[in-house]
């Protein structure tokens, strides 16, 4: 079964991460990855009651953390640890994430 997971910040700037070999994240860690995330880089619900959806973490997380974090090969393992915990976290093998139109699909 296929696994990757594309983050999208506009043409020409995607980024896939193929998840085939790469260790799975056990769902509860990945849940607590987000969290963490979310909190570390001072994201803020995007729903006006408050809540905060898994996808929505998805989501705030990969536009708070930069196209950088993506892009740079300093911050790979950061960026492979998020493709990790998006996939894991949502139960999905395939997850695209569009920044810009801050939508999710899979």
Same mark, same amino acid.
């Given at each position: 079964?296929?696994?990757?997971?594309?983050?999208?910040w506009g043409e020409p700037f995607t980024y896939r991460f193929d998840l085939e070999e790469v260790?799975?994240?056990?769902?509860?860690?990945?849940?607590?990855?987000?969290?963490?995330? +979310?909190? +570390?880089?001072? *994201?803020?619900?995007?729903?006006?009651?408050?809540?905060?959806?898994?996808?929505?973490?998805?989501? *705030?997380?990969? !536009? =708070?953390?930069?196209?950088?974090? +993506?892009?740079?090969?300093?911050?790979? =393992?950061?960026?492979?640890? +998020?493709?990790?915990?998006?996939?894991?976290? $949502? =139960?999905?093998?395939?997850?695209?994430?569009?920044? !810009?139109?801050?939508? $999710?699909?899979?």
């Open positions: 079964m296929r696994s990757h997971v594309t983050v999208i260790q799975p994240m056990p769902h509860d860690m990945a849940r607590s990855w987000l969290d963490e995330q +979310f909190t +570390f880089l001072g *994201c803020e619900p995007i729903r006006a009651t408050g809540k905060v959806l898994t996808a929505d973490k998805v989501l *705030c997380v990969a !536009q =708070a953390a930069g196209e950088a974090r +993506f892009r740079d090969e300093a911050h790979h =393992a950061w960026a492979v640890a +998020f493709a990790k915990a998006a996939s894991a976290a $949502l =139960a999905k093998p395939v997850v695209s994430v569009d920044v !810009q139109a801050m939508t $999710l699909s899979y």
